[in-house]
């Protein structure tokens, strides 16, 4: 079946442009997961939408980074007046949570869009 | 708060012989503990995972880890490994008391034929 779907794949803006990064997760799949991966950081969790709960953004790096999800299914992640250092792959990933597995599913990533801010 | 290191930045092993790629992770509560793997230009994929019941647990591929909790310890391993288990691999730690994971920052197998 369909996976995770990213995109753009690759996006190369100007520092100070505005950025929509999108995401398509699997059907069915009630978590969502924003991710940032650059080199030598790891994976550095962003944001995460479960349902119809209120998302859990505590991992925003600021103000300018903000990201919704319409119908419970495609999201968004907005980068306001991007700057060099937001250069990096963003991750999307979804989950299906079961009642046996609950937070515990295995996620799904998509291909991530790779971010380049000049 | 949960957190999780990987010591080794990079581990080189011979084909066919075993593999271990280090984590440890701290919480506040009890853990439930990952492995996913990152083959280059594909993306992250589920190995494993540790949630209760046997400290040693098998996932994709061959691959087991084996949780210790006084080491606070969650090691992947392989008995024999192949050219073909190159790639990044990453541990990541759940706290009971939190919903969302945190990921270690990666560590490169490279085995060589």
């Known amino acids: 079946g369909a996976g995770v779907s990213q995109s753009p794949s690759n996006k190369v803006t100007e520092k100070g442009k505005d950025v929509e990064l999108r995401c398509d997760p699997i059907s069915g799949h009630t978590a969502l997961y924003w991710y940032r991966q650059s080199l030598g950081q790891g994976l550095e969790f962003l944001i995460y939408?479960?349902?119809?709960?209120?998302?859990?953004k505590s991992g925003l790096p600021s103000d300018r980074f903000s990201a919704e999800r319409t119908g419970g299914s495609v999201s968004t992640l907005t980068i306001q007046r991007t700057q060099q250092e937001d250069s990096a792959v963003y991750l999307c990933a979804s989950s299906f949570r079961s009642r046996i597995d609950r937070d515990n599913s295995p996620l799904h990533f998509g291909n991530g869009t790779r971010l380049t801010v000049t | 708060a949960q957190s999780v290191a990987q010591p080794e930045d990079q581990v080189n092993v011979a084909e066919g012989n075993p593999l271990t790629v280090k984590c440890t992770y701290s919480v506040s509560g009890n853990p439930y503990l990952f492995w996913y793997v990152q083959y280059p230009n594909r993306g992250l994929q589920f190995l494993l995972k540790y949630i209760t019941g046997d400290n040693l647990v098998k996932g994709s591929y061959g691959f087991e880890a084996e949780f210790n909790k006084s080491q606070t310890s969650f090691h992947l391993k392989k008995p024999s490994a192949l050219v073909s288990d190159s790639a990044l691999y990453f541990c990541?730690?759940?706290?009971?008391?939190?919903?969302?994971?945190?990921f270690g920052k990666g560590t490169m197998l490279l085995v060589s034929p």
């Open positions: 990541a730690v759940r706290d009971t008391l939190y919903s969302t994971l945190t």
């Open positions: 939408f479960q349902g119809n709960s209120a998302p859990d």
